[in-house]
């Protein structure tokens, strides 16, 4: 199945388009994205097959790249922007010795200065100085804006795009695996087969870059899988055949509720009654004791809102920072 492909069959008769869906309920999916699909290519499809345009994604993954996207379907995108800032968990490939423009395969050729020197010592101490918390300069073929574009797209104009480090954490920087190989233009090179955890905001393309830079030569990401985005990994992950599949089997398509959404994402309060009343009203209530956005899961196990502490008047107090479930 491609991005082109239709939903399903066109009705008797008609324009040539494939019949609406109905609506899917509000909720989230666990996309396991194929390799050669924008995000963009996915929540398209995701549209069609939830029967509805409210649906959003949770962080995009380079056409190359597979594996975890989280996608909001109705009132649910309206959480994703905190899924978004979640920590990612990701298996990768990086090629030392090579370079490319977008420091992944899809670039072009920078340099190929080998790898036949590098020692597995050196990309140990290489590794070591990119974790933890650091200052990444983020890959110049990326989303973020310079002077009101895209810095993907000045560098496809041919301009020199130089970004600004930002600081970001890298957790969890394993090596699963080393092997030494050649190029297809016969260059000596390294191949790491990794595991790295890192913050929102994070280029793992850029780390394979700085890695290669840290071990005295260039260095690439072959292959990217990701594994993790908060509290939702592979083993939650359905393909797109799988999603297609249960909607034509069950009539509609089947999402991870409100509420488990959100006890996936964030510490949970139990409310009673009264304080699921207020919140529907967007009142406030008494503080959670926590730090950061709370969900708020009232007695039927509802979703009711989103709540923060704060002060009011020199009294603490949650907050309902987006409420889900309005008083009726």
């Not at 050729?109 to 050196?122: I, N, S």
């Not at 110049?140 to 000045?154: C, E, F, H, P, T």
């Not at 394979?208 to 292959?223: E, F, K, N, Q, S």
Request: charged letters at 25%; aromatic letters at 4%; proline letters at 7%.
């Amino acid at each position: 199945m491609s991005p082109d492909e239709p939903a399903g069959p066109a009705e008797p008769g008609g324009s040539g388009r494939p019949p609406r869906r109905p609506t899917a309920p509000d909720g989230f999916l666990v996309v396991d994205k194929p390799a050669g699909w924008t995000s963009h290519d996915v929540v398209g499809r995701c549209r069609r097959l939830a029967g509805t345009r409210k649906v959003g994604h949770a962080g995009t993954l380079d056409p190359m790249a597979t594996g975890v996207l989280v996608v909001g379907v109705g009132r649910a995108t309206r959480l994703l922007t905190y899924v978004v800032g979640a920590e990612k968990a990701y298996d990768a490939t990086v090629r030392l010795g090579v370079g490319t423009t977008t420091d992944d395969a899809e670039g072009e050729l920078t340099g190929a200065p080998g790898a036949a020197d590098v020692t597995e010592a050196q990309v140990r101490d290489a590794v070591a100085g990119l974790t933890g918390d650091i200052l990444q300069v983020p890959t110049a073929v990326s989303a973020i804006k310079v002077d009101g574009r895209r810095a993907y797209a000045r560098v496809r104009a041919g301009e020199e795009v130089e970004l600004a480090a930002r600081p970001v954490t890298v957790s969890g920087f394993d090596v699963l695996a080393v092997r030494r190989a050649e190029s297809d233009g016969g260059v000596p090179v390294l191949d790491l087969d990794v595991r790295v955890v890192v913050s929102s905001g994070t280029y793992v393309r850029a780390l394979a870059r700085d890695l290669g830079a840290a071990a005295g030569t260039a260095g690439h990401l072959t292959a990217l899988r990701r594994t993790r985005v908060g509290g939702y990994t592979l083993d939650a992950a359905r393909t797109l055949e799988e999603l297609e599949a249960q909607a034509d089997a069950d009539g509609v398509l089947a999402t991870i509720p409100l509420a488990d959404a959100a006890r996936a994402t964030f510490p949970v309060r139990e409310l009673s009654a009264d304080d699921a009343r207020a919140l529907g009203f967007g009142q406030w209530v008494a503080p959670t004791g926590r730090p950061g956005t709370v969900a708020a899961i009232g007695p039927g196990g509802e979703l009711v809102a989103l709540l923060e502490d704060t002060r009011r008047k020199g009294q603490p107090l949650a907050k309902p920072v987006l409420v889900l479930a309005p008083a009726g």
